[in-house]
């Protein structure tokens, strides 16, 4: 049988890392940033778009992809609802959540 005691380890690690975004959501919701036109028309564009398909077996890979399309969707919701445009750019003010994710996959 396979040692499994690591994951014992990283449930209790999840546990922590849990009780510090109990601890930090209170205190950080959203942030104001600027986003090139470019890049915000294309989230709006993805908000405004209806996929219609049915979503069958995917890979890790196109969950993945799936993922990522919802968030820059979600973050096109943000700039409909809330976002000012200034010019070439728009103020928006961004869940802590949607920064991440775009934080993430620019890495």
Do not use: F, H, K
């Amino acid at each position: 049988m396979e040692d499994r005691e690591q994951y014992v380890r990283y449930q209790q690690d999840q546990a922590v890392l849990a009780a510090i975004g109990a601890y930090l959501d209170p205190q950080i919701s959203r942030i104001q940033v600027r986003l090139p036109r470019s890049v915000a028309e294309s989230a709006v564009a993805a908000w405004g778009r209806d996929e219609l398909g049915e979503i069958g077996e995917e890979s890790r890979e196109e969950y993945e992809l799936r993922d990522d399309a919802a968030e820059l969707a979600l973050i096109g919701l943000a700039i409909t609802s809330r976002g000012v445009w200034d010019s070439e750019e728009v103020v928006v003010d961004l869940d802590v959540a949607q920064i991440s994710a775009a934080l993430r996959t620019a890495r």
